[in-house]
């Protein structure tokens, strides 16, 4: 909960951030997987993202345009040991209210995300850091305790 805190607050994961080189993310974390596209267009192709387990850093021009958290709400997730120091895993089940309860708890102001709430999903959106958090609703593969209750899928951050 800490690191999803941190990054809302701030829009950092320890040294990662938007705009600095991927090079540079590389040299931090280690070489990333590469997403399809990148491997059949080359490098320089925008907009797709560099994978560590549930890491992913969007990269355009060569630069981290993007920052993703992936969960999946039931299971355990694996973050490179920069992001999450000393834990090769983490539990993935983060109940909406648990999120919204620790970034009250920690100042960081947080609004209803229009764009992304709908139907069976909601969003909230961090200031001054603008990092989305995206909820929604298990689906029956999800093994959770709440199956009615609001999980947290992702949280992402990107440059405008």
Known sequence: MDVLVAF??????GPLHCGMPLTDAED???RGRPHPAILMKGPDVDGYPYSWDGLQLVVTRRAVSGIWISLWPGSTAKLPDLVLPDSESFE?????????????T?????HV?????FGGQSSILTRP????????LPGR????PHPDRHYL???HKHTA
């Open 92 to 104: 993935a089940t983060v109940l909406s209210e648990e999120l919204v309860a620790a970034l009250d």
């Open 106 to 110: 920690a100042g960081c102001e947080h």
């Open 8 to 13: 809302a607050r701030t829009g950092r994961i």
């Open 28 to 30: 931090l974390l280690g």
């Open 141 to 144: 593969v999800n093994h959770v």
């Open 113 to 117: 995300n229009g764009a992304l709430t």
């Open 129 to 136: 850091a603008d990092v989305c958090a995206v909820f929604s």
């Open 153 to 155: 899928d992702v949280m």
